[in-house]
């Protein structure tokens, strides 16, 4: 028989029955967990699927007045909310008082038939309408609460979104995506329960117990003791049984995350996978994933339907203390049968909610945890943006470096005392090794990072002095990683002027011999792009980012390995447009392609974030220094 799956602590993942390579994965988000306390959705690619354990908050109590906070402007919906769940309690507390008339007029209209039988029927009419109107305002509950949830969601995803779109890219850096989709998504939905459910539900769960709990120890306190008895078993086993079934449940997830991750990278990859004859590699580690998803769903779904059983078990143990002691009472002549049988609907309602809150401890807590991460996002200062200084018009294009210094880390510089003059309409190309600051310059011009030291001037403006739209607005940008979202074609490229017409739009494609592709297509400019341009190829959806670049008809352009993705043919139309798109524009062109800097007014060679050579191309090789050996080794293939 399979054994059952060891327990994990808080911030561990299952040991797991799987093959080394997935193993080493679960081993990895193991450590990130520990590292990061990362709710689901960090780690490696493969565990972007996984629900983490239960992380409590770590300030319960400021999370919760934070999330009530929220409702400001709502108070009318959480009155209402608590009104009728005081009512609904009141309901609950007065049946079985009506029941227990009822039953105990049954004993006496054997003597007095009529008047007895009326006044039994009269119980069993009010019985009935006041578990209707209960019903009914269950219904009123369920509905309010859902409005406030969702209203409260739509605040909160909507203030969320917008926050992101304001913070530093710096920290969005610090973050894998699926840690921030996970915040924004998962524990945004945990968010939404706790506001629907969890508030409402423990709020009218308390005010039942209490209730319950006032009317059994009025009625009878040996009775009380009886109904109570077996309430600390059935507390002591939902705690234990429940920490089983979410290490089961955990388990299952992380399987699941694992074999969705598996299947999507082999489907992805199939043309790799043919290539290397890895079919019954991925087929043997498909085959082990799926068992171990199956041993632990058996584990998983056993357990879980273990509790009811369990639960009504020891739930009747109580109501057969109750009804024992409440027979021999009965029988002394000191209550009633209607009593004992109120008093058992008096412990149910008391049964209920302590079960309820018990289940919903856990819940709460995770919701709490979910709501403090989606807050930390909250509380990420955005961008300080306290520039008011306005550019000229026209704006020139010069820009000025002077002794800038930046790092991503520190003790890590990636540019030290930099200095760059580019003059107005000038084309300045930057090259060097991979990690020499090419890419970092730009971002610094567009203000993604800021300056650790130094200025950075825009026709002799600090652009710090400058608003960041405004700055940006100047800037066309394209990077050597396109970005294309769902869409037309057409909706792409407008993506860089939103009020250029289509005949622009045609225009600009046409400059760059893109036009034609896209004319061959089934839709024409209204070919719908899925999966980031995923139906097109790499070299088209360049094309694309580059005519939207165009369409932006800015003073400025920043081209980071812009051609690097597409075909000879193409680069020499796609350069051929540069040449003319770059009359009257600041250039600055990062490449790794030599081919397309060429024509480059000056070639600034970098090294460790310093200028080691700079000079026109002939001047370059003429030196035959770190230029030289660059283009030695990419055009005629010798060791530089």
């Not at 780690?43 to 699927?49: E, I, K, N, V, Y």
């Not at 003597?111 to 019903?135: I, V, W």
């Not at 550019?391 to 790092?407: M, R, S, T, W, Y």
Request: one cysteine or more; a neutral charge; hydrophobic letters at 45%.
């Amino acid at each position: 028989m399979t054994s059952l799956p060891p327990s994990p602590d808080r911030q561990n993942v299952t040991n797991l029955r799987l093959p080394p390579r997935f193993q080493k994965l679960v081993e990895a988000y193991r450590r990130h967990a520990q590292i990061n306390g990362a709710p689901g959705g960090g780690g490696p690619p493969h565990m972007r699927h996984l629900r983490t354990p239960i992380v409590r908050a770590h300030s319960p109590w400021q999370t919760f007045r934070r999330i009530i906070a929220m409702a400001k402007g709502r108070t009318a919906w959480i009155f209402l909310l608590f009104c009728l769940a005081i009512i609904s309690s009141a309901i609950g507390l007065y049946a079985p008082l009506l029941m227990r008339n009822a039953v105990d007029c049954i004993r006496i209209f054997e003597k007095q038939p009529e008047t007895d039988m009326d006044r039994f029927l009269l119980l069993l009419a009010a019985l009935a309408g006041l578990y209707a109107f209960s019903t009914f305002l269950s219904y009123l509950q369920g509905w309010f609460s859902e409005k406030l949830a969702q209203d409260t969601l739509f605040s909160l995803r909507q203030n969320l979104f917008n926050h992101l779109n304001k913070v530093a890219i710096r920290f969005l850096d610090t973050k894998t995506h699926g840690e921030i989709l996970s915040r924004a998504a998962n524990d945004l939905s945990l968010v939404t329960n706790l506001v629907s459910r969890g508030i409402v539900s423990f709020f009218v769960s308390i005010v039942s117990l209490l209730c319950a709990l006032g009317a059994m120890l009025y009625f009878s306190p040996l009775l009380t003791v009886a109904a109570v008895s077996t309430i600390p078993l059935s507390l002591l086993a939902t705690k234990l049984l429940s920490r089983h079934i979410r290490n089961c449940f955990l388990s299952q997830q992380t399987v699941l995350g694992l074999l969705n991750g598996h299947v999507e990278e082999i489907f992805s990859a199939q043309k790799n996978v043919k290539a290397f004859n890895h079919e019954a590699t991925a087929i043997d580690e498909f085959n082990a994933l799926n068992r171990e998803m199956m041993r632990i769903s058996i584990w998983a779904r056993i357990l879980a339907g273990s509790m009811p059983p369990l639960m009504n078990m020891l739930n009747n143990l109580g109501y057969a203390f109750l009804i024992g002691t409440g027979g021999y009472l009965a029988a002394k002549g000191l209550i009633t049968i209607g009593t004992i049988l109120a008093f058992t609907q008096y412990s149910r309602q008391f049964n209920g909610p302590l079960m309820n809150m018990a289940n919903q401890y856990n819940d709460i807590q995770a919701a709490l945890a979910g709501a403090e991460r989606v807050f930390a996002l909250l509380d990420e200062p955005p961008e300080a943006d306290d520039g008011t200084r306005e550019l000229p018009q026209p704006l020139q294009g010069e820009i000025v470096f002077d002794n800038v210094c930046f790092a991503y880390k520190e003790g890590e510089p990636v540019l030290q005392n930099f200095s760059l003059h580019v003059k107005p309409g000038q084309k300045i190309a930057l090259v060097g090794t991979t990690g020499a600051g090419k890419t970092t310059i730009a971002s610094l011009l567009m203000r993604f990072y800021e300056l650790n030291s130094g200025t950075i001037t825009l026709d002799g403006i600090d652009i710090t002095d400058i608003p960041r739209d405004t700055l940006r607005s100047r800037i066309a940008m394209v990077l050597q990683d396109t970005w294309l979202f769902s869409g037309t074609i057409r909706d792409n490229i407008r993506y860089g002027n939103l009020d250029a017409t289509n005949e622009q739009i045609e225009a600009a494609t046409a400059s760059i011999g893109a036009d034609a592709f896209i004319r061959r297509l089934p839709n024409g400019y209204d070919t719908l792009i899925s999966d980031n341009g995923g139906n097109i190829s790499q070299g088209q959806r360049q094309l694309i980012c580059i005519a939207r670049a165009i369409l932006a008809d800015a003073p400025i352009l920043i081209l980071d390995e812009a051609t690097s993705n597409v075909d000879t043919r193409t680069e020499l139309l796609v350069q051929k447009a540069m040449l003319h798109l770059m009359k009257g524009r600041t250039c600055i062109v990062i490449a790794h392609r030599l081919s397309t800097i060429r024509d480059a007014d000056s070639i600034q060679v970098l090294e460790h974030g310093h200028i080691i050579e700079q000079g026109s191309r002939q001047q370059l090789l003429d030196a035959k220094g770190a230029y030289w050996r660059l283009e030695q080794s990419q055009y005629l293939g010798g060791d530089c």
